[in-house]
């Protein structure tokens, strides 16, 4: 059974009690047809908040998946005589299949071209139908008969009325369980950047795709509707305007936020039949006056308030509740159902002593630039390892030949006696191997206790549709645990509702290392996690990670803060010019002349 996170629950209730007031109530048939407008559109409006506002990927195209929507049960119901329920299945089917191959190819772009990537597809989609006999061109399928439901013709749109609005509700509330649980955290995490995203375990190609095909079914939901509420099809309604009519809606609503998919969907409709009314009576002719005076509305719309108009209505309910300013979130379900939560199931660390890390005459070149030249060095089980050197020794780029995220030019990488260099980030998470960043890596509008989630997302099995059921209780209320278990680990158990944009830059960086022990890691690749810290804090990340080498994780360091290294790593090896220059215990080190020549410049 779905079930919402409870601080959405009594929203959702007097939202669908005002809906049926309305349907029921003996209002004018053309606020009936406004109120099933908007209900369509919003159903796409929600899609684009999962794809552009959760996702972080644009597209002006959704109109043409509402289109599939439409015609394929206006082709089966008026061809064949089929029901529409038959025909919802089929156009959900093509949906589903036509989403998966264009996001297959599509969703491999990146940046602009991405969104025109949307463009294109959806200006050939409306010119095929367009031009296809069998959808009766630009004329169109007419006659498609009403949906029946318990024996009753759905014929007219106040028939209609409730069924669009129980559908947009079910959609609603199957996008905040969605997003409430581990498949919907690894789309959120994809706007934290696709790097931070595979460091986690995230397959990210994966969960670009789910979302992609998600809204797309949402949108062809939208065009079944359609087309048995006009009982007629045609492509005119699902051109490139459309999509970008869409699409502002999502952004005037607010873009991540799912009610604002339905505050946006009600303002760009309002306005226009608003518009369409008042300009002709002002302007003393007709014309399409609305789109320049709704553009210019909307552009200082979002002059005032950049995230839509969700964010205004949630800071304008904190007020009125004495909440402004706490920097809480909600409590995700996993944490409502802490009673269910079981402990999660722990690698075995290797023996001390054992090799975990053996990097072999690691070489990587870009272009005529040499970043590392033919640098090997081993690391135990149970070992600190310092990697240290002078701006531009190349440390970065070791750090990122280690993690999977660049490739070697020639050398080798083992990890736990295993060759893994090539191999993608995820892998290695799987593996046993996490990583912080040197720039801190986060979610902002997240809690802090959902970015540590993040962090545990391989050890969870349970996909999106146990997630949209709500079926995934017990495994949520584990992962959950467990995230929490390290942030008392690390000392911010007190911040897990915060936000985590909220927190400090050191205790951003503490948040980080806290997700990173989430993934339950072999070995922990830690990126200047003291840039930042004030004295005392320096010394209790110390003590954590003293704590962790004691309990057999293995620690490979690159940081600057020289007072903080010599007295916690047993080993270090120091770079320079993209070679290894020196290896062995900090007190050697520091007296190695090279090393003092090259980085610490004759200053002990």
């Known amino acids: 059974m779905m079930r919402m996170p409870r601080g959405d629950r009594l929203g959702l209730v007097l939202w669908a009690l005002a809906m049926l007031a309305f349907g029921l109530l003996p209002v004018p048939e053309f606020w009936i047809t406004l109120a099933n407008y908007i209900g369509l559109y919003s159903l796409v409006a929600l899609g684009l908040v999962l794809l552009t506002g959760v996702g972080g990927m644009t597209s002006f195209g959704q109109a043409a998946f509402v289109a599939l929507g439409a015609y394929a049960s206006a082709v089966l119901t008026t061809g064949c005589g089929a029901s529409p329920w038959v025909g919802l299945l089929a156009g959900l089917a093509l949906v589903v299949l036509a989403a998966t191959a264009l996001g297959a190819i599509t969703l491999r772009l990146s940046g602009h071209y991405l969104p025109l990537g949307t463009i294109a597809w959806s200006l050939s989609l409306f010119y095929l139908f367009g031009n296809l006999e069998t959808l009766r061109k630009f004329d169109g399928i007419t006659?498609?008969?009403?949906?029946?439901?318990?024996?009753?013709?759905?014929?007219?749109?106040?028939?209609?009325y409730l069924l669009i609005w129980a559908?947009?509700?079910?959609?609603?509330?199957?996008?905040?369980?969605?997003?409430?649980?581990?498949?919907?955290?690894?789309?959120r995490a994809l706007r934290g950047g696709l790097v931070m995203a595979e460091s986690c375990?995230?397959?990210?190609?994966?969960?670009?795709?789910?979302?992609?095909?998600?809204?797309?079914?949402?949108?062809?939901?939208?065009g079944w509707l359609y087309a048995h509420l006009q009982r007629a099809v045609n492509p005119t309604?699902?051109?490139?305007?459309?999509?970008?009519?869409?699409?502002?809606?999502?952004?005037?609503?607010?873009?991540?936020?799912?009610?604002?998919?339905?505050?946006g969907a009600a303002l760009m409709t309002l306005l226009a039949d608003w518009l369409q009314e008042l300009l002709p009576r002002l302007l003393g002719q007709s014309g399409n006056f609305e789109v320049i005076v709704s553009g210019a509305l909307l552009i200082l719309l979002l002059q005032r308030a950049p995230g839509g108009l969700w964010p205004m209505v949630q800071r304008a309910g904190a007020a009125l509740r004495g909440r402004l300013g706490s920097g809480e979130r909600a409590q995700p379900a996993g944490l409502r159902n802490k009673a269910l939560a079981q402990p999660l199931p722990r690698r075995a660390q290797p023996a001390p002593g054992a090799p975990v890390l053996q990097v072999k005459a690691a070489r990587k070149t870009f272009g005529g630039l040499v970043a590392v030249n033919d640098v090997s060095f081993d690391l135990h089980a149970g070992e600190i390892l310092g990697l240290i050197g002078p701006n531009g020794a190349g440390k970065s780029t070791m750090f990122n030949l280690v993690s999977g995220v660049l490739p070697l030019t020639a050398g080798e990488v083992h990890f736990l006696g295993r060759r893994v260099d090539g191999r993608p980030s995820r892998e290695?998470?799987?593996?046993?191997?996490?990583?912080?960043?040197q720039h801190v890596r986060l979610l902002p509008q997240m809690s802090v206790i959902e970015n540590v989630a993040i962090g545990a997302h391989l050890r969870g099995q349970r996909g999106w549709v146990a997630g949209v059921l709500r079926a995934n209780r017990v495994e949520e209320a584990s992962l959950f645990a467990e995230a929490q278990a390290q942030l008392e680990r690390v000392g911010l158990g007190d911040a897990a509702l915060r936000e985590a944009g909220s927190l400090a830059l050191g205790q951003q960086r503490i948040l980080e290392i806290a997700r990173a022990l989430a993934c339950d890691p072999v070995l922990l690749l830690l990126d200047e996690p003291a840039a930042g810290l004030r004295h005392q804090e320096k010394q209790a990340l110390a003590t954590l990670l003293r704590g962790l080498r004691a309990q057999g994780v293995s620690i490979l360091l690159v940081e600057h803060d020289m007072d903080f290294v010599m007295g916690l790593v047993d080993r270090l090896v120091v770079m320079d010019f993209g070679t290894r220059i020196c290896e062995g215990q900090p007190e050697a080190v520091r007296q190695d002349p090279r090393v003092i020549e090259a980085y610490l410049g004759g200053v002990e």
């Open 237 to 263: 309604p699902f051109g490139l305007n459309a999509g970008i009519g869409y699409l502002f809606m999502a952004v005037v609503g607010g873009v991540g936020h799912v009610w604002g998919a339905l505050a």
């Open 143 to 160: 006659g498609i008969p009403p949906i029946m439901l318990g024996g009753f013709e759905l014929e007219s749109g106040r028939h209609l």
């Open 201 to 222: 375990g995230v397959p990210t190609t994966r969960a670009k795709l789910l979302a992609f095909v998600l809204a797309a079914v949402l949108a062809g939901l939208s």
């Open 428 to 437: 290695l998470a799987r593996a046993g191997l996490a990583r912080t960043f």
């Open 167 to 187: 559908i947009v509700g079910l959609g609603v509330l199957a996008v905040l369980n969605l997003l409430d649980s581990r498949p919907g955290r690894a789309i």
